[in-house]
């Protein structure tokens, strides 16, 4: 195995890089990105039930789907390679590409554990479905990753394709309430270096969070994230771009093709978490209802309300926050290493943030849970 050279990032990405300020981020992650599944993304992939994935139809346009398969359906036969033993349904608009073979970006993401890996490669069929083959794969953080839980319904019965050059009605109220998106975005030059493909990505945030500028167009925002910035990079270069928005209670998918500008100074907004914002002009639009098994739930039973008691300063950039139950009830004892997912209603920011911090506090604490959590600019 091996590792991709400290320059990973094409000239698209490096642009967008110094545009956003943020440095020579090749010089650190560098070795973040590799040509090859590590054992721990292999195990990941391998146990999920579903993979979002990014390509081009025959005629260029670029599209984003969900492919699921039954359990089990992935596998790992080296470092090198993600098998799917699944077939698209024929209204999938990636189902002609996956037959004739291409390239394919790929995002394994489990909303449960709130884990995702990206990687993008080739694919071509094999004797019981598909191969795909990597050229570059890395992790991502659970930063606005809606908790979900998972289940599967036996009695699905797949609706008609329909086809849209604008949005009606149910599909702008599906918009405004998502807070779950993906896109899918590509990049070609002449070489044949590794970071020419596809790429697809998670996008989440507080329902409402993409907002509809019109029938024909969409405006993502455009969060703090870990400053790779493949999908800008991609548009910069090549605007094509595919979104997909899932209806988790009804295993619906709702694909949309068109192209992407980005807008660098956006000035004041209704969501001040945005650092830019993505126009997307729609260009094509598909319905496809009840064309998966999968169901998805949020998991709010399992919350509690709670409440800072106390903070104390452990040095100039880290603090410790005592949080305690607001209904005065034991907590559940925590384990070493184990971390808590936090939503917090920040001042002036649309809806609330999610956050995942480790525990620091004694595990055997049943009144207080500790957090010491670093600031930075």
Not at 104 to 115: C, E, K, N, P, T
Not at 145 to 154: A, G
Not at 214 to 222: A, G, M, R
């Given at each position: 195995m091996t590792q991709v050279p400290t320059t990973p990032f094409h000239q698209g990405e490096r642009e967008a890089q110094h545009r956003a300020g943020v440095g020579d981020v090749a010089s650190w992650a560098g070795g973040f990105i590799r040509d090859f599944l590590p054992d721990q993304h292999r195990d990941f992939h391998t146990a999920l039930p579903f993979l979002v994935m990014a390509g081009s139809d025959l005629n260029g346009r670029t599209w984003v789907t969900v492919l699921e398969g039954a359990d089990g359906f992935l596998h790992s036969p080296t470092p090198y390679q993600l098998s799917l033993r699944t077939e698209p349904e024929p209204s999938d608009p990636l189902a002609e590409r996956l037959f004739s073979g291409?390239?394919?970006?790929?995002?394994?993401?489990?909303?449960?554990?709130?884990?995702?890996?990206?990687?993008?490669?080739?694919?071509?069929?094999?004797?019981?479905?598909?191969?795909?083959?990597?050229?570059?794969?890395?992790?991502?953080?659970?930063?606005?990753?809606?908790?979900?839980?998972?289940?599967?319904?036996?009695?699905?019965?797949?609706?008609?394709?329909?086809?849209?050059?604008?949005?009606?009605?149910?599909?702008?109220?599906?918009?405004?309430?998502?807070?779950?998106?993906?896109?899918?975005?590509?990049?070609?030059?002449?070489?044949?270096?590794?970071?020419?493909?596809?790429?697809?990505?998670?996008?989440?945030?507080?329902?409402?969070?993409?907002?509809?500028?019109?029938?024909?167009?969409?405006?993502?925002?455009?969060?703090?994230?870990?400053?790779?910035?493949?999908?800008?990079?991609?548009?910069?270069?090549?605007?094509?771009?595919?979104?997909?928005?899932?209806?988790?209670?009804?295993?619906?998918?709702?694909?949309?093709?068109?192209?992407?500008?980005?807008?660098?100074?956006?000035?004041?907004?209704?969501?001040?978490?945005?650092?830019?914002?993505?126009?997307?002009?729609?260009?094509?639009?598909?319905?496809?209802?009840?064309?998966?098994?999968?169901?998805?739930?949020?998991?709010?039973?399992?919350?509690?309300?709670?409440?800072?008691?106390?903070?104390?300063?452990?040095?100039?950039?880290?603090?410790?926050?005592?949080?305690a139950p607001v209904d005065q009830h034991p907590l559940v004892p925590a384990t070493a290493g184990q971390h808590l997912n936090v939503d917090m209603q920040i001042p002036g920011q649309l809806g609330t943030t999610s956050r995942s911090y480790s525990l620091s506090g004694d595990p055997a604490d049943s009144q207080h849970y500790r957090l010491s959590i670093k600031r930075e600019a």
């Open positions: 291409g390239d394919v970006g790929v995002l394994g993401i489990d909303l449960a554990s709130r884990r995702r890996n990206r990687f993008n490669g080739r694919i071509s069929r094999s004797s019981d479905g598909y191969v795909i083959d990597v050229q570059q794969s890395f992790g991502n953080c659970p930063q606005y990753i809606q908790q979900r839980t998972l289940s599967r319904t036996q009695a699905n019965a797949p609706g008609t394709l329909k086809r849209f050059s604008q949005l009606t009605r149910d599909h702008i109220h599906w918009i405004e309430r998502a807070d779950t998106m993906f896109m899918g975005s590509g990049h070609h030059d002449h070489s044949e270096a590794r970071h020419n493909g596809f790429d697809a990505s998670h996008r989440g945030g507080a329902p409402g969070f993409v907002k509809v500028e019109s029938e024909q167009e969409l405006v993502i925002p455009d969060y703090a994230g870990n400053n790779f910035f493949n999908t800008i990079g991609n548009l910069l270069k090549d605007p094509r771009v595919g979104l997909v928005f899932v209806d988790f209670n009804q295993g619906s998918l709702l694909h949309i093709s068109g192209t992407a500008r980005i807008n660098w100074s956006p000035g004041a907004s209704s969501d001040p978490q945005a650092r830019r914002f993505i126009h997307v002009t729609i260009e094509r639009i598909l319905e496809r209802r009840h064309v998966l098994s999968l169901r998805w739930q949020r998991d709010l039973q399992h919350t509690r309300d709670l409440t800072i008691k106390r903070k104390v300063r452990e040095s100039k950039d880290v603090t410790s926050f005592y949080l």
